[in-house]
């Protein structure tokens, strides 16, 4: 069992920064990898940014690529998401969540089974 718990969410002027976190429960966090999802008003929830168990690899969506930095300390249980150069579009709910295995790096939902509840990014313009 795996609980995950996002923070650092809020209001922040178009061009400026937040960083989120998500602090696990659970011995397994550090044998999966890990993954930020979003979901803005009336539109599905749609992949981030994810990240292999030992924070080698990480892997974008096009829409984040160069703006937002995933990371993770093992020893303190948490994965971080630090967004730069925020836009009025990147206002969304975002999620973490725990992959099932250790080693995928990847956008498909269904290959995450622990999510969080999930923070309130809001960009102003």
């Known amino acids: 069992q795996v609980q995950l718990v996002e923070s650092g969410g809020g209001l922040v002027q178009a061009g400026g920064s937040l960083r989120l976190s998500c602090a696990a429960s659970?011995?397994?966090?550090?044998?999966?990898?890990m993954g930020w999802f979003r979901q803005a008003p009336g539109k599905e929830r749609e992949f981030a940014a994810a990240?292999?168990?030992?924070?080698?690899?990480?892997y974008y969506a096009d829409s984040v690529k160069g703006r937002f930095t995933i990371s993770r300390d093992n020893a303190k249980n948490t994965v971080y998401l630090q967004m730069n150069s925020l836009k009025p579009e990147d206002t969304a709910v975002y999620y973490c969540?725990?992959?099932?295995?250790?080693?995928?790096?990847?956008?498909?939902?269904?290959?995450?089974?622990?999510w969080g509840q999930g923070t309130q990014v809001t960009v102003s313009s």
């Open positions: 969540a725990a992959a099932v295995y250790s080693d995928y790096v990847g956008r498909m939902e269904n290959a995450y089974d622990y």
């Open positions: 659970g011995r397994t966090f550090s044998s999966r990898a």
């Open positions: 990240i292999r168990r030992n924070g080698d690899i990480t």
